[in-house]
């Protein structure tokens, strides 16, 4: 073979890469919609007030004869999705990597959670328990199908384009809630001027994340491809009925082999859980303790979406000089002054509010987009999906004791601000626990490269 044909060979490589990695971020700018607009601005707000119109005169929804605080029925639904999550998430991340058909999967996972959205449209009245069932199903298939998603990225991005090729995939997403909570913005400003009430603009912006979600999916299920793996020529070697739970144990007997790995994942579990804590249960805070208006709430969340495109690119380029760890154990910092400042906002306060949003914006992206690609270091070739399993366990899929510390709090207290300032364990153990991980070690006990600055 001659020298023209390999470069040829190379050049038709790296094209098809970027192709490839192009069609991956669409994914979080199809899928990002639901978390900006449906989770962290309407939902919470909405669904409150839906229980609340369904409570008892002592303020108590009783879903399953249990009494619930009305509140608190919002974070609880929250914290059942992901224990749900948690349950499905091992089983198809081993299917996917003993199959090598991720694709099918991940389409499977995106148009049941993107259906479940669509229908929060005739979420309404005394309807809490319909609300409820449809947060859980669509926060359970978002949890599966962002496993899947991210378990590509080891596939898609040789070791030096993985912090890039994450955080361009965040920036897109965030660039798409941006856009689409313009548009949510406009309807529920002018809701009057279209002909509906405030609840019907409510509900069609809680609809529309749903198609955004499933017609944007076809992109990345057009350019993505499926690739035969390790774990599926072993899979062929041995009984291919295996119950779903022996594959779930051999998957933690696997993991239990790269300590170091699962130490990285015990800390994301911890710092993570406030993050995304906090970003579902934002806007409950803003308007239940603050006082704060939809709009007020609309706006400020566009501006934590503007900010964050900038600021998952920018710690993307600090990540290159001072390395990934490091300007994670950064952000942590800036989450835990952040969080104990909003603390002490206020109420009807908007100025303060928008300046919460705008430190939460530019430590938000980055933090998220350059855990992933740290950890996709850490992943043994062949068990990317296992492995994203779990990782997405820490990330949606184990956030459940977040949302539960944050609804017991107000269930014991009455106080909203007692339940934000719970929050700042997360951040402050998270960091301890990832400054104490040898990441270069945890690297190569993997079996993958070392990067050059990590």
Known sequence: MDIDTVRTAASDEVAERRREQRGWYFYDWACSVYSTSVLTVFLGPYLTSVAKHAADADGYVHPLG?????????????????????????????????????????????????????????????RYLLGGALLIVANAAQSVAMMLYNSYLPQIAPPEERDAVSSRGWAFGYAAGSLVLVANLVLYLAHDSFGVSEPMAVRICLASAGLWWGGFTLVPLLRLRDRPSAAREAAARTDRTAPGLRQLAATVRDMRRHPLTLAFLLAYLVYNDGIQTVISQASVYGSEELGLGQSTLIGAVLLVQVLAVAGALGMGRLA?????????????????LTLGAGYFLPAGAPVGFFLLAAAIGLVLGGSQALSRSLFSHLVPPGKEAEYFSAYEMSDRGMSWLGPLLFGITYQLTGSYRDAIISLVVFFVVGFVLLARVPVRQAIGDAGNPVPERI
């Not at 390395?323 to 942590?332: C, E, M, P, Q, V």
């Open 320 to 336: 290159r000089t001072y390395g990934a760890k490091r300007t994670i154990l950064g952000s942590l910092a800036a989450w835990t």
């Open 66 to 126: 249990i009494p619930v605080r009305a509140g608190s029925f919002f974070p609880y639904s929250v914290s059942l999705s992901v224990i749900v999550a948690v349950l499905v998430m091992p089983l198809v991340g081993a299917a996917a990597d003993r199959s090598g058909r991720k694709k099918p999967l991940l389409g499977a996972a995106a148009y049941v959670g993107a259906a479940a959205t669509t229908c929060m449209f005739f979420l309404g009245g005394d």
